[in-house]
């Protein structure tokens, strides 16, 4: 399993998104804590919030998943720009 974060600006996006999905042989999840929600799927996928970063777990075999993971390369953010967000919060408050 390969597990990444990533950014969905906008509707565009996501139907883009949705088109690459759909032809990966891999299992595409957005979890987070409340929810897995399947990457294939055009209202699961729209039903999270938009620009925000959300965790994508690609589920297959090696090379199904070494294969997804650059096909969705656009979409990725890496996790320490997580911290750096964290870091701006708490200069914030």
Do not use: C, P, W
């Not at 996501?14 to 929600?37: G, M, P």
């Not at 090379?63 to 200069?91: G, P, R």
């Amino acid at each position: 399993m390969i597990r990444r974060r990533i950014r969905l600006g906008s509707v565009e996006e996501v139907l883009e998104f949705i088109k690459k999905t759909e032809r990966l042989d891999a299992r595409i999840h957005l979890v987070d804590n409340y929810s897995d929600i399947d990457g294939k799927s055009l209202l699961g996928v729209l039903s999270m919030s938009l620009g925000q970063k959300h965790t994508i777990e690609i589920r297959g075999n090696e090379i199904s998943e070494s294969h997804a993971e650059l096909v969705l390369d656009k979409y990725m953010v890496s996790f320490e720009d997580d911290f750096d967000d964290e870091m701006e919060l708490e200069t914030v408050i």
